[in-house]
Each structure stands twice: as C-alpha cells, then as structure tokens.
C-alpha cells in the first residue's frame, strides 16, 4: 500500500459534542480524545448515543453543537466524502450491482485513482477473499460479505477506521473468529479503529481503551481491564459483567476504608472507593468470591471481607460453578467458583462463608440506585439468547 | 439390492405435499389461460391471417384467405413515414416523461417522508378522469389563444407560431397521458434502495453526483427498464393524441391502423401494420432489456 505508508496518523478528538434529536438528546456534551493507532470500543446498550457518536464521525449525522477534529484539523464542517474516515456499517451496505472487486475499489476509483488493481488484490488477500474477487456480495456468505466491507472501507487507508457493530449479524463461533481478525488486521495496518458495539466481551477482548456509554454520555473509560476491575459507576459494575452490590455506611476512613452494611463490616483500600459522602455501595465482582462451607470459616485468611449466607441455588456450567447465595438480610449474593478443587461443592441449603480480598472491593456512589444499568444488561442476555 | 433402492426412495417422493400443491397451481392458471387464449391468442391469429388476405376478384372490396406476404411490403413502403414517426414520438415522449418523473419519483421515495402517500395518489388522480377527455383538455391549455402559447409566443420560441397540431403538442400529449407509468415503477424501485447503501457511497469518496452515478442510477435501473417500457409500448401505438393535438402531418402508425381499419376497410393493409407494429417494438424492447444489462437486478 504504497499511499499513505509514510503519513503519521493523527488523533482524533470529539469536543464538547452533541446531537438532539427533537426532545431526546442522543449525545450529551461528548468530550473525548482517541489516540492515533489504537483499537477503541464505545460500548453501551441500544439507544444510548454510540451508533450517532459514530455517525457524526463519519459525517453522516451533523452535530447539533461540538467539534470534531483530526489532530489539528476541524472536520466538522466537511461532507462525508470530504473526511478521510471510513466506515464498516453494521449490514455491510455492499453494492449489490457491483462484484467483489469493484466493492473495494469503489473508494479509490472516486477519488479518481485510474491504477487500482494492485491495491485491489492485496487488499482482498489481506481479507483472504482473492479467490471470490468476481462474485457478486449476494453470492457471499455473512462472514465473508463482512471482510469485503472491512477490506472496502480499509483499502482507503483512512486517519480512523469506524465498526458500527460488524460482528452483530455473526453467529457466535464466526463472532469470535473474526474478532481475532479484525485484531490482526488492525496492528498490521495500525489504523485507529472505532468500533462500537453492545457485546461487553467483544469490546473487552478487542480494544485497547474502552468507554461504556449511556444515555448520550460516557460512564466511563480505560483500559478494559481497569474498568472491569474498578468500576466508577453503578451503570458500569452492572452493564460490564456483572456485580454484586451492598448498599452501606461509611464508618472508617483512612487508607483502608470501612463500611458498615446490615451489621457487616467490609474492607476496601480508600483509592477503590469513589462514593463522596457516608453512603458508600459496596460492590465485588462474582469471580472475586470463594465459596466455603461454614464449618471451614477458621482456614480463611484474617483480613479478608466475610459474609455468611445459605446456597439457594448451584449450576454447573462447565469450567465454573455458580452460586447463588442468601444474606441474612435476605440479598442474593451471586459467586463463580473455578471448578479447581478437589472435593465436594457446596449444596442448596448449605451455610456457607463467603470471602474476598479487600482489594478486590469498590466503593460506589448509590445516588443513581442499585438497579442501574441492569435492565439493559438483562435485555441484552435475552437478546443474545435469542439469537 | 442396492440398485433398487434409489428405485424405492425415489417413489414415495411422487406423494410428497409439494408435488401436490404444484398440480393445484397449474389448475389455478386455468381462468387465465382460457382467458388469454380466447381473448389474446385467437384474434392473434385471426388478425396474422387477415394480414395475409387478398382483395376477392369476384366482389372487389372484400377479401379472401390467401398468403399475400406483398401486403407487408406494400404497407412498409407506404407508411413506412408514419412508423417512423410514432418511434421518434413515443421515444421523445418517453424521454421527456424520464426527465420530469425520476426526480419527482426520487423526491417522494427519499424526501416526501409523511406525504408520500398523498403524493402517489396526486400522480395517479388524473388517471380518475378519462383518457379521452384529458386529451381534450390539452386541446384547450395548448389552444393558439391560450395562455402557453401566447407567452411562448412572446418569448418568440416557437417556430410556427403555433403548439397545437403540431408534433410538439403530440409529443407533449404522450408525454403527459403515460407519466404515472413512469413515474410508479421508478418510485417502486427508487424506494427499495437501501439508504445505507447512499451513505455508503458518500462514506467511501464519492460526492453527491458520483454517488448518484454509481449507486442510485444503476439500483434504480429495474424502474428505468420498467417504466421506459411501460410509456414507450402504448405510445408508440397510440393514435388519441396525435388525432386531437396533431395534424395530419403528424399522424402515428396508430391512426393509420385505425383509418385503414374504419375508413378505408382495407383489413390486410390495417393487419399487415398491427403485426409490423407489434413485431417492430418486440425487437426494440427486447434489444432494449438486453443492452441494460438489467436481468440480475430484476
């Protein structure tokens, strides 16, 4: 790919940028950088702005105020064709009229660019797709019209690369591959990629920076490791995996911060916590959590939170065991056990002691109520079963 | 055994509801065929033998079976003008109908939003009044006193001073009588577009005109096919408009069929021309279809 090989690929930086659709502001005052080269995930259930972020992006929505620069340069005001961006769209769009071939060429023969088969086929063998170069898309497969749409917009060699949900019409196991991919291809072209999606996993396990998105803001961003392990908000404990969440009272401060819920004290160092006043939500994700049988209560490690309860439900599935556990306060409590040990699991009705490391605790904010982000994490799973 | 078994798998299959289902179809086409065979089939032939009749010796004026293939001949080199002349006509018609529906049918499938419907109705309503009497009307607007033609006039446009009975109000009438034909299919296809498929197009460098170019004209090509056939076949036959806007000087092969039919009684001659006719736009629409290259689109 001869263009552009040598050009330094620049930032690119969404400012103070909003779109109103009637009474429903769709993004709310999006102020964001994304750095040049990196693979970056906007995630957030359907209707919370990430698709029209994207699309004021590309140029196909104009924003109702804000700024949308390239490094230094402000592209808000320039037409879709006039932006060095491209987008893989969520159907693909492939031209039914035209063949593989000139699917992909379609960017380059615009701008006017008469020697375009060199650059055709190496892109298509990028995609691996050199063999079906004279097939019409209609003639392809999901997978495959999937790589002509990446191969379309990539051919162009764009500052910013946009995914509005490419995987979605995929079926899992083709989801998973092409998620690798789409990984490969991008360190290979080291584009900066913009991908927006409602699958946690596939935002986690692709990007570098993730930023989960609701009701035309951004919760929350980072790494997704650091968002998975510290979540800021209640939206984001609930919406990126999942969390158990106890609502109490801050009754010691210091470098390790105590709280009281229901009459048990939970531990947590005070740079895990993000709640401003007493009331403090104290939230463990449910693989942080070891499930023992109350008789074994003297083995556990001092300094660890406890919890006492009763197993109100077991399921196997495979490499973990779920557990649902009672509080005395009448919480469920929900705790994945690694399927590692050697010896009898707990049973329903079993009084067991739950523990987990300080440093596994966070501390929340519960202004926004404990239920936050779990009904759209709900909708999904059952959207997800569905297909 | 083994060769029998395909055999034996093969003969239960006879049975399967499918088959069945298919032999209720073909009885489904029953009407339509008795009505296709009656109506279309038999005048067909009728019409290819009287083509080929010659005048009687015995009673001159009436005719008798026979196989006068000079009828053709002597119809081509007679009228062979007004053949012409209703392609010329029926192919500006159709280009001028082109010109004025695409846009409009590309305003009510992507811009109309809520009043698209009432402006589909709107191109269909003057279709509520007869075809006859919208011609008439056009007597009227196109009139030498009349408005279109004084303020041409005055912008000094028009060669002959005049718009009625002249092959501008023919074509014009054409134009106007077989617009919704044009108009539907377009729209039809224009609406199937996915918009995506624009934004794609923009996405990916193309500006405005290219777009349309490259995308929007070819998907809508089905329409275009559609609708150019549907203006071009009827006007290229039609003999209302260039009887009441025209002049003699402006006469299609319709009227000639018509005035060879009723006036002269010459029924060879008037069949002779009907099948020309009919072959003649068979071997345009089919070259037509051919060249756009539109049969995987359709």
Known sequence: MPEGASRQVEDLRLLNLTKQFGDQRAVDDLTITIPAGSFFALLGASGCGKTTTLRMVAGLEEPTSGQVFIGEKDITELRAFQRPVNTVFQSYALFPHLDIFENVAFGLRRRGIKQVDAQVNQMLELVELSSLARRKPSQLSGGQQQRVAVARALINRPDVLLLDEPLGALDLKLRRQMQIELKRIQSEVGTTFVHVTHDQEEAMTMADTVAVMNAGRIEQLGHPADVYETPHTIFVANFLGQSNLIAGTRVASGDVLEVDANGVRFKMPARRNVAPGNAVVVGVRPEKITVLDAVDESRIPSGQNLLHGRVTDVSYTGVSTQYLIETVWGQEIIAFEQNSIVGDRCAVGDPVVLHWAPDHTFGLDPAEGLTSGLDHAVLELERDAEA | ?298
Do not use: C
């Open chain 2, 1 to 298: 055994m083994a060769p029998v078994l395909p055999v034996a798998a093969i003969a239960p299959a006879a049975d399967v509801p499918g088959r069945r289902k298919s032999g209720i179809a073909y009885v489904l086409l029953i009407p339509g065929l008795a009505w296709l065979s009656i109506f279309f089939v038999i005048p067909l032939i009728t019409l290819f033998m009287t083509s080929l009749q010659k005048e009687s010796t015995v009673r001159p004026g009436t005719y008798v079976p026979g196989f006068q293939v000079s009828n053709y001949v002597n119809a081509l080199v007679e009228y062979w003008p007004q053949f012409l002349r209703s392609f010329l006509y029926a192919g500006l018609a159709t280009f001028f109908a082109l010109l004025i529906s695409y846009p409009l049918a590309y305003f009510i499938a992507f811009k109309a939003g809520n009043w698209r419907s009432l402006m589909l109705v709107l191109v269909v309503a003057p279709s509520f009044a007869s075809f006859l009497l919208r011609t008439y009307a056009w007597k009227t607007i196109l009139a030498d006193d009349g408005f279109v033609t004084s303020s041409l006039n005055a912008m000094h446009l028009l060669p002959d001073g005049r718009i009625l009975n002249t092959g501008i109000a023919v074509v014009a009438g054409l134009t106007y009588n077989f617009l919704p034909f044009m108009v539907l299919p377009l729209y039809a296809a224009l609406d199937k577009i996915d918009f995506r498929l624009i934004e794609a197009g923009n996405d990916l460098y193309g500006s405005p005109v290219q777009v349309f170019s490259k995308v929007t004209w070819p998907l809508s090509m089905p329409g275009v096919v559609a609708g150019t056939l549907l203006t071009f076949i009827p006007a290229a036959g039609d003999f209302i408009n260039a009887e009441l806007l025209g002049s003699t000087k402006d006469r299609m092969i319709g009227n000639v069929i018509q005035t060879n039919f009723i006036e002269f009684r010459d029924y060879p001659t008037a069949s002779a021309l009907s099948f020309a006719l009919m072959a003649a736009i068979l071997v345009l629409v089919v070259t037509y279809i051919r060249r756009s290259g539109t049969e995987d689109l359709v």
